[in-house]
């Protein structure tokens, strides 16, 4: 059956039909806001997958190059291999908040796809792929506790704005996404420039608001096209074998409890669990694995009861209080910044490189066409900090994300491009992990930034904070523990300055958390992050003055535009040249923006006048230092800078006659000379006579009589007729007239 429900977001109408496309799918959504398009499917599998302790679901959203028009460079890299940032992204973006919302015991395999087929470049797709993904499952059989729907929020000169328009974004201060149930928000992700709490928290709830006519429509549409949700029974709990386990264990359990460090408190669980099941005997044959869960959970419940109850938590801390913090700057000798950030089990060892425009990343996107990114920062997670050993490979989905949540942190308090013309890649590598490694990096990169000389605005935090709650008994916890995440029910990631907040997380395992909670969390993270900033400020106060002695130094050029061919040469012959003889590395804008960066000062200083001299316009009236690098009969060619040169004709080599003019020069002298003038056609003519003091009467006089002795002819003046004739003509010989043949 065909339906199509609508409604209007920020002036456009915002649609979704099915029943026409992907009809064998067992739930599809077409969405369409403005002329962006996007087809979202869920499918499930009709086997269920037998001992599993998670819910098999896989988000996957993809970007066409023929969304919008655009042929991708490698088509099999780009559209048939490896997903590209963005498309990981946002598949994480749905994902979080769609999976809490089926029910725990799902074992049948589930795939939701999000393909973009038309791109309008004003409306992101994103969005509309995690309202179609709810559509799609409510329309399904799969079991879902949606709707749910997600919205951009910004906010432009002090009025947010539902889903702005890309040229409202970028006048927008804040960039949100939300997504949200009827009653509750479930999942927040963004950026701010440094917005004070109140003013995001009043943005998640104008966000909140204005999602609900796209819950509205979605009622609607199954309502009239849904199909019947698949019986589903969740596994039947073992009572008795519960409570077998809940006795054997009770006072193992406390002695997990009061065992702080996190290696040793998974040691004294692992002793617990085979001392359960050799004292069940008998009732523990084939159900060691239900047994070691049940523990798991009985576990997870005791350090839930005793956070809700006692307020004190594993650790031994109590609500608000935050891990012990170490930080060192300058921690590794040879690259341009460094930092090791540790707080409490949670360790980052974070670097910085400096390097010039020409390393900016490329990035092929759909929307936005080629981008280059300046700022990079990468996160990794290597088995050995979780006490783990597991194969190496490429960063994944989590990897990627805590990069991305990083670098649009830390990305807040960068000065410009025209101010520090500098690419820059940090980098985190987590050396141990409980909890909140992310937020680590981006403490630790805050650090490395300030190491490495860059003049950043301010100094970045964040904090994790946590949830647990039972009925109407709320904790909310500052600086989550491993654990903490694990068996809580929330995951706010909350990243900013002193001034204010850059960027934010949140992933619900709950269906969803109120206002008042939330404003709560943001006042608590408010407190965490100034505490942190005091704790960094310890190490380093602000950038260093300048940048490390092993970093590039940069120095900008202005060049006139009609003069980049000139230093590009050939087929990048020129340029090449230059910074093959000088080791510096040269960059150009189309702009004539010229970038020369050299970690050597003479390397570097040799690149800025050799670019100088080549792109400088001759000046009539000036003088310059040359290279001889032509003698004719007629003068000599002098070469005034790179791939630019000027006659020096015989007559202004001396104030005295020259009879040749291998007498006073030979090639690869330097000599000075004056510009006498440049004609129209760019030749320029110079003078080694006008640098030269006139010769005394004596002088004269002598010389006029060995030009005698000689048989010379008397001195003539400055052009005589024969050299006017080889100058016009290109020289002796060219043109001569008793070559012509004779008159008939």
């Known amino acids: 059956m065909y339906k199509k429900v609508s409604t209007v977001i920020n002036g456009q109408e915002f649609s979704i039909e099915t029943g026409k496309l992907a009809k064998q799918a067992s739930g599809a959504a077409w969405v369409t806001h403005g002329e962006s398009v996007v087809l979202v499917t869920a499918v499930a599998?009709?086997?269920?997958?037998?001992?599993?302790?998670?819910?098999?679901?896989?988000?996957?959203?993809?970007?066409?190059?023929?969304?919008?028009?655009?042929?991708?460079?490698?088509?099999?890299?780009r559209e048939m291999g490896r997903p590209s940032e963005r498309e990981t992204l946002t598949s994480r973006l749905i994902d979080r908040p769609v999976r809490p919302n089926i029910p725990k015991g799902w074992g049948y395999?589930?795939?939701?796809?999000?393909?973009?087929?038309?791109?309008?470049?004003?409306?992101?797709?994103?969005?509309?792929?995690?309202t179609g993904a709810s559509a799609a499952l409510c329309l399904s059989e799969v079991p879902f506790n949606g709707p749910i729907a997600g919205v951009r929020v910004g906010r432009v000169e002090g009025q947010f704005i539902l889903n702005p328009t890309a040229e409202q974004r970028a006048q927008s201060d804040l960039d949100l996404i939300v997504a949200g149930s009827r009653d509750a928000v479930v999942m927040v992700e963004g950026g701010a420039a440094l917005v004070d709490e109140d003013s995001v928290l009043e943005a998640i709830w104008f966000a909140h608001a204005g999602l609900q006519p796209l819950i509205d429509i979605q009622l609607e549409l199954v309502a009239a096209c849904g199909k019947e949700k698949r019986a589903f029974k969740p596994p039947v709990k073992d009572e008795e074998l519960l409570a077998k386990v809940r006795a054997a264990c009770a006072a193992g359990m406390r002695e997990v409890l009061s065992t702080r460090p996190k290696l040793e408190r998974y040691g004294k669980v692992r002793e617990l669990k085979a001392q359960v099941i050799a004292e069940l005997g008998e009732a523990a044959t084939g159900k060691e694995g239900l047994i070691k869960d049940m523990i798991d959970h009985l576990e997870a419940e005791a350090m839930r009861e005793m956070i809700l109850h006692t307020g004190q938590r594993v650790?031994?801390?109590?609500?608000?209080?935050?891990?012990?913090?170490?930080?060192?700057?300058?921690?590794?000798?040879?690259?341009?910044?460094?930092?090791?950030?540790?707080?409490?089990?949670?360790?980052?060892?974070?670097?910085?490189?400096?390097?010039?425009?020409?390393?900016?990343?490329?990035?092929?996107?759909?929307?936005?066409?080629?981008?280059?990114?300046?700022?990079?920062?990468?996160?990794?997670?290597?088995?050995?900090?979780?006490?783990?050993?597991?194969?190496?490979?490429?960063?994944?989905?989590?990897?990627?994300?805590?990069?991305?949540?990083?670098r649009r942190a830390v990305g807040r308090a960068l000065p410009s491009k025209e101010a520090f013309p500098y690419s820059i890649r940090v980098v985190s590598d987590i050396m141990e992990s409980n909890g909140s490694s992310s937020m680590a990096t981006v403490c630790g990169g805050s650090l490395a930034l300030m190491d490495a000389g860059v003049p950043v605005k301010a100094a970045v935090a964040g904090v994790a904070m946590g949830l647990i709650m039972e009925g109407d008994k709320v904790a909310v916890l500052t600086d989550i523990l491993g654990d903490e995440d694990h068996l809580g029910d929330m995951d706010f990631k909350v990243a900013g300055t002193t001034e204010g907040i850059a960027a934010v997380q949140m992933d619900i395992k709950i269906a969803g958390i109120s206002k008042e909670i939330m404003a709560r969390a943001l006042a608590q993270a408010k407190d965490g992050r100034l505490h942190i900033l005091g704790e960094m400020a310890k190490a380093i106060t602000g950038p260093r003055g300048q940048i490390s002695d092993f970093a590039p130094r940069i120095t900008t050029l202005k060049i006139p535009v009609e003069k980049i061919k000139d230093l590009i040469g050939p087929g990048g012959k020129t340029i090449r040249g230059l910074q093959m003889e000088t080791g510096a590395k040269i960059d150009v804008s189309d702009d004539g923006t010229v970038h020369v960066a050299a970690v050597e000062g003479a390397g570097g200083a040799q690149a800025i006048k050799m670019i100088r001299d080549l792109t400088q316009e001759v000046e009539e009236g000036a003088v310059y230092e040359g290279k001889v690098v032509r003698i004719m009969d007629f003068g000599a060619f002098v070469e005034l800078m790179p791939g630019r040169d000027g006659l020096v004709h015989i007559s202004e080599l001396d104030h005295m006659r020259v009879r040749s003019v291998t007498d006073v020069l030979k090639e690869g002298d330097v000599i000075k000379v004056k510009v006498l003038g440049v004609d129209d056609r760019g030749k320029v003519r110079l003078s080694r006579k006008a640098l030269l003091p006139p010769p005394s009467p004596e002088e004269m006089a002598q010389r006029q009589a060995e030009d005698a002795a000689r048989g010379d002819d008397p001195p003539r003046g400055d052009f005589r007729r024969d050299d006017r004739r080889d100058d016009r003509r290109g020289g002796p010989g060219r043109g001569d007239r008793d070559r012509r043949p004779p008159r008939r």
């Open 109 to 130: 395999e589930t795939q939701v796809i999000a393909n973009v087929y038309s791109v309008d470049k004003v409306n992101d797709p994103d969005v509309m792929a995690l």
């Open 315 to 406: 650790d031994g801390r109590d609500l608000v209080t935050v891990r012990p913090i170490t930080c060192e700057v300058g921690v590794l000798p040879r690259t341009h910044g460094s930092a090791l950030f540790t707080r409490g089990e949670t360790q980052s060892l974070v670097t910085c490189t400096l390097g010039t425009s020409g390393d900016e990343q490329r990035i092929e996107t759909v929307i936005q066409g080629d981008i280059f990114r300046r700022f990079m920062l990468h996160y990794n997670f290597p088995p050995f900090s979780v006490n783990e050993a597991k194969r190496l490979g490429g960063p994944g989905r989590r990897e990627i994300g805590h990069g991305a949540l990083a």
């Open 45 to 77: 599998d009709y086997s269920i997958r037998e001992g599993i302790d998670f819910i098999p679901l896989t988000v996957d959203y993809q970007e066409f190059g023929y969304a919008a028009g655009r042929i991708p460079g490698n088509f099999f890299r």
